[in-house]
C-alpha cells in the first residue's frame, strides 16, 4: 500500500534586514516631537565621517542617555556602525537587556533632487548588496549614481528604506518642492522632527515640523526624527 504523505509546508526564512526594517517601520509609526534625543535618534555621525564621536564613545552616550534604539549614518560609510556594532554585542553580557538600545545600520549619501544637492539616509539594508558598494566607499555618488531616483532604487534593492534628511534645509529648493519630488520616487520617509537652530537643549523647530508633517501626510511617507549629532554630545547638533 502507498502511503502519501502530506505536503510539507515550509516559509521562507526571516533575514536580519527584514527583521530590522520591520522593527523600524514599527518604531517609525511610534515617533513624536519628544521622541529624539532621548528614546529615539536616527541621524548620527562618528569619526569615520565628519563627526567628532568615536563609535565606542557614542555607544556609550548611548546608554548613558538610556536611548532605545538609534543608528549610525555616517556619509558614505557603515565603518563607524560596524564598530559600535561591536561594542555593543561586547556589552551584552555586562549590562541588563533593557538597558541595550538598538541599533539600525544607516548611511547618509548625497544626492541630486530637481537639480538641488540634498541628503537621503538609508536605513536597515544589506550591507553586502552588490549595487550598493559604490555608496559605501567613502565618498560621494557621481552623474547617474547620484541621481535621488537611483539612491532610492538601490536602497530599496538592498532591503532598505530611504528618508529625505532635514528636508527644509536646502537652499535652492523648499520643502514644498523637495517632498513631493522624494514620494514621487518612493521616499519611504523624511525626516521631520529636526532642530535647524541647534538649540540648547535639543528640540524639533516648531514651524518646519509642522510644515514637514502637513507635507508628507498625503503620501503617507514615515516621520523620522534626528540630531545629525557631529559634534561631541550626542544630544545636539553640534
Not at 504523505?5 to 516559509?11: D, G, K, R, T
Not at 555616517?74 to 541595550?100: F, R
Request: net charge neutral; with cysteine; hydrophobic share 35%.
Amino acid at each position: 500500500m502507498v502511503v502519501k504523505m502530506a505536503p510539507v509546508l515550509i516559509s521562507s526564512p526571516v533575514t536580519d534586514t527584514e527583521s530590522d526594517q520591520k522593527a523600524l517601520r514599527q518604531v517609525w509609526q511610534t515617533l513624536g516631537p519628544d521622541s529624539c534625543p532621548r528614546s529615539y535618534n536616527f541621524h548620527c555621525h562618528t569619526t569615520a565621517s565628519d563627526g567628532q564621536l568615536y563609535p565606542k564613545t557614542l555607544i556609550e552616550q548611548a546608554i548613558a542617555i538610556g536611548l532605545k534604539g538609534f543608528a549610525i549614518t555616517d556619509h558614505h560609510t557603515i565603518d563607524g556602525y560596524q564598530i559600535a556594532k561591536t561594542c555593543l554585542h561586547s556589552l551584552q553580557n555586562t549590562l541588563p537587556h533593557q538597558a541595550i538600545p538598538h541599533l539600525w545600520i544607516g548611511v547618509e549619501i548625497n544626492a541630486r533632487l530637481l537639480n538641488t544637492d540634498v541628503h537621503i539616509l538609508g536605513y536597515a539594508f544589506d550591507p553586502h548588496n552588490s549595487q550598493l558598494q559604490p555608496y559605501l566607499q567613502g565618498k560621494a555618488p557621481k552623474n547617474q549614481q547620484a541621481e535621488a531616483a537611483t539612491v532610492i532604487d538601490v536602497l530599496h534593492q538592498a532591503g532598505g528604506l530611504a528618508v529625505l534628511a532635514h528636508p527644509c534645509r536646502y537652499r535652492r529648493r523648499s520643502a514644498k518642492e523637495l517632498i513631493p519630488a522624494a514620494a514621487s520616487l518612493g521616499i519611504d520617509g523624511v525626516e521631520t522632527y529636526y532642530a535647524y537652530a541647534n538649540p540648547n537643549p535639543w528640540h524639533p523647530s516648531p514651524r518646519q515640523t509642522q510644515q514637514v508633517k502637513q507635507l508628507s501626510a498625503p503620501y503617507n511617507l514615515f516621520n523620522t526624527c534626528g540630531t545629525d549629532t557631529h559634534g561631541s554630545n550626542l544630544l545636539r547638533r553640534l
